[in-house]
């Protein structure tokens, strides 16, 4: 079927920040010969491979970064409604891989055709803040708009973390760390709400949150990983107010300390369905 090429895969809508070929509305302020980056797929391509793989019954998946990228993408989604339906759209389930600047108009289109998105929080962690990469390709304002992790996740954009190693070390803690610790204080998540985009968001955006996957509970699958952590608590981003209780007598489960100064948990044992593939404990 035509269409197909990189079926549920992370389809290259626009390039990266660090070689300035994110596309984007405004010229890189630190060199504007690179212009307003790359744009790898137009808006009639982005239509089309939505089209075949809702045909075929599977999610797509696409590269976005730049807010030019994310136009054009909006726009291909916009196409495949009105010749497919919106409700055909958003039954796809499509998925977004980064999506670092979303603006509100983008924002809306997401909770209208049900997008769910993949993103790096390690990403703000190693280029983002004042003095970092993304200000001094984009200039300290707009790098300020990039990851709103706490809009997503209030406005309740299904979101899953990870690491897109290489670019990143596989190192899930040091990814929910970046979610409390976001440069931007009004967009830091609770170290509660990090953890379950790490653990059950990826199922969820899977389709398989139905399974109980992502879970530790009777009847789940025995996907886990047993960590050592010096200290454990109810964590909420610092400058803001969690909704999860610090009361012991609330219940709320404990997760590791994820403090600057403390270290990362060192995982013992990873298991998956019941097999162990990784053992420290012995």
């Known amino acids: 079927m035509p269409g197909l090429t990189g079926i549920g895969g992370d389809l290259t809508v626009d390039g990266s920040f660090g070689s300035r070929t994110a596309a984007v509305r405004s010229p890189y302020r630190d060199d504007p010969d690179h212009g307003t980056g790359t744009l790898f797929l137009d808006a009639q391509e982005i239509c089309d491979h939505l089209a075949a793989v809702s045909a075929a019954g599977v999610p797509g998946g696409f590269h976005v970064i730049g807010d030019r990228g994310m136009d054009e993408f909006l726009l291909g989604l916009e196409i495949a409604a009105e010749v497919h339906g919106q409700q ?125 996957a992502g879970q530790l509970r009777v009847g789940a699958p025995a996907h886990l990983a047993v960590w050592d952590a010096e200290h454990l608590t109810v964590q909420a981003a610092p400058g803001s107010m969690s909704s999860w209780s610090a009361e012991a007598r609330a219940g709320t489960p404990l997760l590791p300390d994820l403090g600057p100064e403390l270290p990362t948990p060192r995982c013992l044992q990873t298991v998956r369905a019941g097999v162990v593939l990784h053992d420290e404990l012995d």
Request: glycine share 12%; charged share 20%; no cysteine.
């Open 88 to 212: 055909a759209v958003a039954a796809g389930r499509h998925r977004l891989e980064h999506a670092l600047l979303v603006d509100a108009k983008a924002l809306a289109a997401m909770l209208v055709f049900g997008l769910s998105l993949s993103v790096q929080p390690a990403f703000v962690t190693a280029w983002g803040g004042p003095d970092g990469m993304y200000a001094e390709r984009l200039g300290a304002t707009r790098a300020a708009d990039l990851s709103p992790l706490a809009d997503l996740a209030a406005s309740g954009v299904p979101l899953a973390f990870g690491s897109d190693t290489p670019v990143t070390a596989l190192d899930p803690w040091a990814g929910v760390r970046g979610a409390v610790f976001h440069p931007e204080r009004e967009q830091r998540l609770s170290a509660r709400a990090a953890f379950n985009a790490h653990t059950r968001g990826g199922w969820r955006i899977a389709g398989l949150d139905g399974t109980g």
